[in-house]
């Protein structure tokens, strides 16, 4: 098992090339085999007997009275060559395919409102219109009787399936699916669609490579010790007795910390077994480093651990309010890390403002990791804004004189008091006698104040400096500054708790930061880093342990050639920050230490180890212990206890192995790869013995639940329910089991992400210059909202009323100060439901994630938006655009958006399919590219296609909450059910969804009511 660079426990023996032709041509031939098994056919019912001879009486109607209807009358506009407004007939026949009835229906109005053939064009007779209309009813009417054929199922695990799926098996974190090619998109905008999960031998070359991989990270030498490294940096003014003689540097911008206020040991680690410490290298010889922005060529040898591990706060520069850190004797204490995008365009390329990174050279290559930060929120004071006036004389106040020396002052009643600095006269230009409340021109002096142990540092600005809790008691002085000013008298003046400042002084204290690791790299120009873990709220302002824990190889890597003679190659970097939210104040953030443990390891073998080679009654006999290890994990892959004839299968690979000389370990690993590569653990299988509809057995029901509601594995629990044969009859209970699992987040952002079309989102780049609040990080927060917004819904079942016009928001103090609601909640940043008070905020039509993402990134896009809402929420999609359509001239840029849409509808073959886009997305002309309420009123007023008027956004929701209701929920319905199902519904199936869902309708089509719908219905348990 990898552990640490120079020293690693790899398996020595490789698996034999007999074997692995016997496990991949294992693998093949079950594919082959299921895949033949799925496409059977089977006798047809004499049901479906009735159905084919009148399915053969309309094949000769079609032949005598309807081609030939068609080809005189149609066939001349509506052809694959001019396709004229999108649709073409020439391809219809009496097959009755679903892909055709939409064309049949539409072809049936047209025929039925004399809206076609056109005036000027030849008609056909009342007789030849009326046998027309009723081939095409009859013709519908067959094709909603026809049953759907069931024949079972097969459906590979999409990418994050298979993620998940390895993790939950085999207990390991390492994601080792990024060598995967991504999932193709279906029509229907989802990636578990079985028709687009296509299997091809360099996919399951994939997963043999993938399936090693895992297996060898799992497996351990129970006999061996594992090599854990573990370190710590702790910080504090002049921690280091013995600090490095060196010039520490670390490139241009490294901003190291002195290393006299920073300390690296390796204490010994405790654990309850033997295992081996890593230690650190210290001794390096490089011909290539830097100094400052210069590369300096030479051998230089070094030796010392502060070469191999640094304290460094390179980021962006400045500090809005304050400065971005200061080391204190206690410690590190970080502002905020204010974030920006990274861009040499933008803010800074090196990253966020109070940046803090522990640099360093050496980190295991894989495995868990953990990381224990010691922190506390800081008992800070409130900077004042520039131009806060200082408090008038008092005879309450509390004055110090002299502040070049520390001095003692009595605070005889505790409670809030602003503290105001006055320099000495002279020393800053002065106004009718005062000293001005600005430092004079040229120098903007620094002044640390010190009030009893506390510190509080910033550029000094004003007499008014700070508001601040003291208790009652002798209170210690001092203040160190630097420029031309310099402070000789503090006056501290106690506040009212009804005054202005007391109260943003209170609300200010009882914020608490949030606590942030990430893990990754450092650059030439900044460092790439991902979030270990969510953020942590430190709310107590004494010393606690915050433990982050990850998977290393989850995070950016600096790959690097072996023995590279480069200084700054091959840096790692593990950042903590205080993370940014709103930009509101907030206590800063007090970092004591950081440690570090990988990997990491609660007992050996480890969990991962122990959960494959399980505690068995035959371990004196290998081949039947063997039989027992591989029956278990087998049972547990596949979601069902295996047969007798997998067994035997799978013993064999253990037995050819063994015999070959192969050790225990490595012959049980070889009939596990063949589980992971098999068809029983990649594909999720319904396996039908006719072609009439078949309940689900209860295993396969257990994975169908779970893999649509987690989009993964089912659990202990689930298992045990089917094993058991009550999981069908408790079904309703364990849906609402499975929605209030925290991994019912999957779903939610799975489902949300690709029904609501977020990729668009993801691959934005909005104008800067335009929307500057559209940060990179900005816009991560605001990806999560409909997905947090979207399983809301769900799990407090609310009506569906809510996905269009709801009073309120989902989300955290980075998506609320978006919209600028940033007052509002206290979540950090965690998504909470906010009510908004705003006209344009609710469901998702005001949401900024879909709205930027139906826009190029500097102008709004009504044909994108109005395409979304026809597809996406009230399912009634436009056809395809006609090949070849001709692109706008240019003069029509400076024409408005009204006149643009309406020269691009006149021209020919595009009138009919925007007359079914255009109307809806006209009103969303409301919201910039941003997804903001434009400044300036714009004209949104639209004619909707059942002609109802609409005056904006607004009226557009009244009008689907209220008047269209029904249709949102057959939309929300279908696509639900097809990303349940994983296929495509056919014709009939979304006329059942029709007839049958409104009855949902009289409790408000309340959302966690119609997931149940869904699992309740024969479209999910009929195979």
Known sequence: MTTIPRKRNVRSQAISAATYCYRLTLVRRGIVLLLLSVTMLVQATSSAAQLVGEEKSLGQAFDVQVKPFLKKYCERCHNLEKRTSGIRVDHLNSALEDGHLKT?????????????????????????????TEWITRTLSVARARPAPKNGGARRLTVAQYRNTLRELLLLEDDLTDVLPPDAVS???????????????????????????????????????????????????????????????????????????????????????????????????????????????????????????????????????????????????????????????????????????ISLRELPDD???????????????????????????RADAVVGQDLKKPQTVTIKEAGIYQVDVYPERGTVVESEGRPATSPPRGTVPNITLMLG????????????????????????????????????????????????????????????????????????????????GAAQTVGDSTLARFVFEGAIRNFPSPDVEKDNVNYLAGIREIGVRSESTDGRDIPRLLIRSVEFEGPFYDAWPPASHRNIFIDAEHKDDPHAHA???????????????????????????????????????????????????????????????????????????????????????????????????????????????????????RFASEFTGQWLALDKFQVLEPDRGRFPKLT???????????????????????????????????????????????????????????????????????????????????????????????????????????????????????????????????QRGCAQC???????????????????????PVDARSTLPDRTEVAGVNDLRRYLAEDRIDQVAFSVLKHLVTYATGRTLSHNELELLKREGVKLKSNGYRMQDMVRYVVNSPMFLEK
């Not at 025929?111 to 064009?121: L, N």
């Not at 495995?367 to 409130?382: C, N």
Request: charged residues 25%.
């Open 187 to 357: 029509r229907d905008g989802f990636v578990n669609n079985q028709e687009t999960l296509a299997l091809s031998p360099l996919l399951v070359e994939a997963y043999l490579a993938i399936a090693e991989k895992a297996l060898d990270r799992c497996i351990v030498d129970p006999k061996s010790r594992p090599v854990i490294q573990y370190f710590r940096v702790d910080l504090g003014t002049a921690i280091n007795p013995a600090p490095c003689p060196d010039r520490l540097i670390l490139g241009a911008n490294s901003l190291l910390l002195d290393n006299r206020d920073f300390v690296v040991t390796e204490p010994k680690l405790s654990k309850p077994f033997d295992f081996e410490p890593f230690v650190m290298q210290t001794k390096y010889r490089f011909i290539e480093g830097y100094a400052g922005n210069d590369t300096v060529r030479g051998w230089r040898e070094y030796d010392s651990i502060y070469h191999a591990v640094f304290a460094c706060m390179r980021g962006s520069v400045g500090y809005p309010k304050g400065f971005a850190y200061n080391v204190v004797p206690q410690g590190l204490l970080l502002r905020p890390s204010i974030t920006n995008d990274e861009t040499f365009e933008g803010d800074s390329t090196y990253g966020p403002k109070a940046n803090f990174k």
């Open 627 to 745: 039989r027992q290890i591989i029956r278990e994990f087998a049972a547990r892959a596949f979601r069902r206890p295996i047969t007798t004839q997998e067994e035997s299968s799978l013993a064999a690979v253990f037995d050819t192995a063994f015999k070959s000389g192969a050790s225990f370990q490595d012959s049980v690993k070889d009939a596990l790869q063949v589980v992971l590569t098999s068809p029983q653990f990649l594909f999720l299988i319904e396996n039908s013995s006719t072609s009439e509809a078949e309940p689900l057995d209860e295993y396969e029901l257990a994975s169908k639940l779970s893999y649509f509601l987690w989009n993964g594995p089912p659990d202990r629990e689930t298992l045990k329910r089917a094993a058991a044969g009550t999981l069908r009859t408790g079904l309703d209970a364990e849906v609402a089991r499975l929605i209030e699992d925290p991994r019912f987040a």
């Open 367 to 393: 495995g868990r990791f953990r990381v224990t930060v010691t922190a506390a929120k800081y008992d800070d004071g409130l900077l004042l804004d520039r131009g806060a006036p200082p408090q008038p004389v």
């Open 776 to 906: 990179r990080d900005t816009r991560g927060q605001l990806r999560q909202e409909p997905a947090q917004f979207v399983q809301h819904l769900i799990r407090n079942n609310l009506p569906l009323r809510n996905l269009i016009a709801s009073d309120f928001i989902v989300a955290n103090e980075v998506v609320a100060s978006y919209y600028d609601l940033g007052d509002r909640t206290e979540s950090g940043l965690g998504f909470v439901a906010i009510p908004h008070g705003r006209p344009e905020l609710g469901g998702v039509f005001g949401q900024a994630a879909i709205l930027a993402g139906l826009s190029d990134g500097r102008e709004s896009n009504p044909v994108k938006r109005g395409a979304w809402l026809a597809r996406r929420i009230i399912a009634e999609p436009p056809d395809d655009p006609p090949p070849n359509v001709p692109a706008l001239k240019e003069e029509t840029k400076k024409l408005s958006l009204r006149e643009r849409l309406e020269r691009h509808r006149n």
């Open 453 to 532: 142990e506390r510190q509080f540092a910033a550029r000094w600005q004003q007499p008014a400096f700070l508001a601040v809790r003291l208790p009652v008691g002798e209170l210690a002085v001092q203040s160190q500054q630097t420029g031309l000013a310099r402070f000789d008298r503090i006056v501290l003046t106690p506040l009212a708790a009804d005054t202005e400042l007391a109260k943003r002084f209170t609300a200010f204290e009882q914020r608490s930061p949030r606590l942030g690791v990430h893990m990754g790299l450092r650059r030439d120009c900044g460092s790439t880093l991902n979030q270990v």
């Open 104 to 132: 049949w229906a539409g072809v049936r109005m047209q025929i039925e409102t004399e809206a076609m053939p056109p005036e000027e064009e030849r008609q056909p007779s009342t007789l030849e219109r009326q046998q027309m």
């Open 914 to 936: 925007h007359a079914k886009i255009d109307p809806w997305g006209v009103p969303f002309e409301e919201f910039d590219a941003g997804g903001r309420l434009k400044r300036d």
